[in-house]
């Protein structure tokens, strides 16, 4: 399995309150992702790194930043979170840029926010 | 546009039949096909893929999938289901920007005794 630890597993948090949800590889992969899964809308893509400092939006990113200061992680946060952000996040990463290239996930996130 | 379905939401079968999940998807050019697997409180692992030659591959855990471009579909099958094949089964394409997947919304697997 690809070395990939995400932290919390588990976080209860209050409507206006930041978050930041970390992703930690051991691969030094270049391409690393974050993905919210929820019932009915399957996984949706949040933000994406190709490189340290190098990052950009995914299809639902509004509400939610991201860091890449160090190869191995990638940080996520709500800056003030909403009950609609209640989710199951889930960091990937990839090896090589490339369509032909799979996606390696981790054990997700599973956030409420009260 | 792009997309991926999976036509049938939830399936049961009984441990030892065969299985065939549907994966059909929209895209223009050649597609690179994924199958991912997920059982509860984990994350997704890739159960095989498709990028070019033999149409017919093989994966872990006793899978393979066929790709019929005439019919724009790389369905999922296993002979024989074991008990431990329960999860959800998730289709992706990679297509165009390649660093974007796109998911279909999964296929829940249950297997009755």
């Known amino acids: 399995d690809a070395g990939i630890t995400q932290s919390p597993r588990h976080k209860v948090t209050e409507t206006g309150t930041p978050v930041t949800l970390r992703c930690h590889q051991t691969e030094n992969h270049r391409y690393m992702y974050w993905y919210r899964q929820d019932p009915g809308h399957g996984l949706r893509l949040i933000h994406y790194s190709y490189g340290v400092k190098d990052t950009d939006k995914g299809e639902v990113s509004d509400g939610y930043s991201v860091s890449r200061s160090k190869t191995e992680d990638f940080l996520l946060t709500l800056e003030s979170a909403t009950s609609s952000q209640t989710s199951v996040y889930f960091c990937?990463?990839?090896?090589?840029?490339?369509?032909?290239?799979?996606?390696?996930f981790g054990n997700g996130t599973r956030l409420t926010v009260t | 546009a792009q997309s991926v379905t999976q036509p049938d939401i939830h399936i049961t079968v009984s441990e030892g039949a065969s299985l065939e999940l549907r994966c059909n998807y929209s895209?223009?050019?050649?597609?690179?096909l994924f199958w991912y697997v997920q059982s509860p409180g984990q994350g997704l692992q890739l159960l095989l893929k498709?990028?070019?030659?033999d149409t017919l591959v093989q994966g872990i855990k006793g899978f393979e999938a066929e790709f019929k471009r005439s019919q724009s579909s790389f369905n999922l099958r296993k002979p024989s289901v074991h008990w431990s094949d329960a999860a959800e089964y998730f289709c992706a394409v990679g297509a165009g920007n390649n660093r974007k997947l796109i998911w279909g919304l999964g296929t829940s697997l249950a297997v009755n005794p």
């Open positions: 990937a990463i990839r090896e090589v840029q490339g369509s032909n290239s799979p996606l390696h």
């Open positions: 498709y990028f070019s030659g």
């Open positions: 895209y223009g050019a050649t597609p690179y």
